[in-house]
């Protein structure tokens, strides 16, 4: 069973730290639906939202900073020079 979500806990985790979704699409879904469930849970606290080309951050005044950063698919990790 999966537990409900929680923002307020999620929050508190998140004090005064940066969470940050670096990837494709399928990464930014799943970052604007924690923002969703955080703009819902959290009416009465002051967001932001900012865009700057690949980079999205939403801040909530609480000290925590989320962002998304449209990765490039051609990156070359460590990994890859290893043969």
């Not at 670096?22 to 703009?39: A, K």
């Not at 967001?47 to 801040?59: A, I, R």
């Amino acid at each position: 069973m999966v537990n409900r979500f929680d923002a307020e806990r999620l929050l508190l985790k998140l004090r005064d730290k940066r969470l940050a979704f670096v990837g494709d699409s399928l990464n930014r879904n799943q970052w604007v639906s924690m923002v969703c469930l955080i703009d819902t849970a959290t009416p009465k606290l002051h967001k932001s939202m900012t865009n700057n080309g690949s980079l999205v951050s939403f801040k909530i005044h609480v000290s925590m900073n989320a962002s998304y950063v449209l990765a490039d698919p051609w990156v070359q990790t460590s990994d890859d020079l290893k043969l």
